[in-house]
C-alpha cells in the first residue's frame, strides 16, 4: 500500500511539473487563447476560473517585468552609446581644431624672428641659395683668372730672373774682361 502512495504522489508530481513546464513554455499569445478555450461560456460572457486567471496574470506581469528590464538595459545601452558619441563628438572636434593649428603652423616658419608664410620662405631661401651661388661662382672664376694671372707673372719673373742672372753673368764677364784690359793697358803703359 505504502507503495502504491509513493508510486501515486510521484507520478502527480511528475505531471504536475510537466504541465507547468508546458504552460511556460506557451507563448501569452497562446496561453490566453488557450484560457479563452478551456473557460466556460455563460451569455455572452466567459468565465474564467480564478486560479487560471491568477496564472495568466502572474506570466503576463512576469514578461511585462522582463520587457521593462531589457527596455531599462537598452535605455541604458543607448544613453551609455550616446554619452560615448557625445565624447568621441567632443574628441574629433578637439581634434580637428588642433590639426588646424599645427596646419596653420605649419603654414607659417619664423625666419630671424620674423614670421613668414612657408612659401614666401621657401622663395627667400631659393634667392638667398642663387645669390650665394652666383657669387660663389663670380669669385671662382675670379680666382682661377687672377691665378692664371699670378702663374703668368711667376713665370715672368722666373724668366726675368734667369735672363737677370744671364745679363749678371755677362755683365761680370764683360767687367772682368774690361779689368784685364784696363789692367794690360795699365801693365803696358808702366812698361812702356
Known sequence: MKL?????????VSYSLNGQQKKNTLSVQEQFDQVYRTSVSY???KV??????QELKNIVQD???????AIG???DTISLQKSSISESKKIIASLTNDLNLIRAKKKRISFLGISMNTSLYVL???FVIIVLLSSSAYFIYKFKSSNV???EAKKNLQELEGEFADYKKKSLLNEQKLRRKFQDEINKQRNS
Open 43 to 45: 451569455q455572452e460572457f
Open 48 to 53: 474564467v476560473r480564478k486560479v487560471r486567471y
Open 4 to 12: 502504491f502512495i509513493r508510486t501515486l504522489l510521484i507520478t502527480l
Open 63 to 69: 514578461s511585462m517585468n522582463k520587457l521593462k528590464i
Open 73 to 75: 538595459e537598452k535605455n
Open 124 to 126: 627667400l631661401m631659393s
Open 149 to 151: 694671372y699670378t702663374k
